[in-house]
């Protein structure tokens, strides 16, 4: 069965400091993963998606992740970090069956500090 | 504009007292789904729905109800709440395929008392 873990349930940086947020699977068939962000009071929006292809992906608001099968990550990061970007961030993973059945992780909370 | 709307918010109960969160998506999707958040354990899936009168329970279904009778909504039913499911809750909808994004609705704050 997939499952995903997120190490650090919070991350702090500077503003203009380099952004990384850990993500770590499991699954024994090739997986989808996603990044969502959840900024306070709302919903959770799609970041980024990896599904085939191209291993470095690129989503919104300068974020982009690595797929890494032989460690098998995908980690988000953002070379610069701005205030906007406090929020808390999830990784997940599609089960196996076809169906859209994703699997969270715990969530990772970043701090920006000024 | 494409949304998924769940209403309420919030909602303040006691224990036993029948209550539905209510969810709609106006993007004609077929698989709905909801989710509760409690801290440190992300987003777990109570109960989805590839389409109409279709449904299925997902990792902690125990102690809810949904159904599928039209395309557009899917409510979630606890028919005698218990203090254990305080919680955040999220309705999320998509198309039917696996690699789809999920449009979550804005969630509802539910305190059982």
């Known amino acids: 069965a997939q499952s995903v873990t997120q190490l650090g349930s919070h991350v702090s940086v500077s503003e203009g400091a380099l952004v990384l947020l850990r993500c770590n699977y499991s699954?024994?068939?090739?997986?989808?993963l996603f990044w969502y962000v959840q900024y306070p009071n709302q919903g959770l929006q799609l970041l980024l998606k990896?599904?085939?292809?191209?291993?470095l992906v690129k989503g919104i608001n300068g974020f982009e992740a690595e797929f890494k099968k032989s460690e098998t990550s995908f980690h988000l990061t953002k070379p610069s970090a701005h205030m906007s970007d406090a929020a808390e961030y999830f990784c997940a993973v599609t089960r196996s069956g076809g169906a859209q059945k994703l699997v969270f992780g715990q969530g990772t909370r970043l701090t920006i500090n000024p | 504009e494409a949304q998924v709307t769940q209403n309420p918010r919030y909602l303040i109960t006691v224990t036993g007292k029948k209550l539905t969160v209510t969810c709609s998506q106006n993007m004609n999707h077929e698989y709905m789904s909801w989710y509760r958040q409690d801290p440190g354990l992300g987003l777990r899936q109570i109960y989805y729905s590839m389409n109409v009168e279709v449904t299925d329970k997902g990792d902690v279904p125990e102690g809810y109800k949904v159904s599928r009778k039209e395309k557009r909504n899917f409510p979630l039913i606890l028919e005698s709440p218990s203090p254990n499911q305080t919680s955040l809750y999220f309705c999320a909808s998509s198309r039917a395929t696996t690699n789809e994004k999920l449009f979550f609705g804005s969630g509802t704050q539910l305190s059982v008392l």
């Open positions: 990896y599904t085939t292809g191209a291993t």
């Open positions: 699954s024994s068939v090739p997986p989808y």
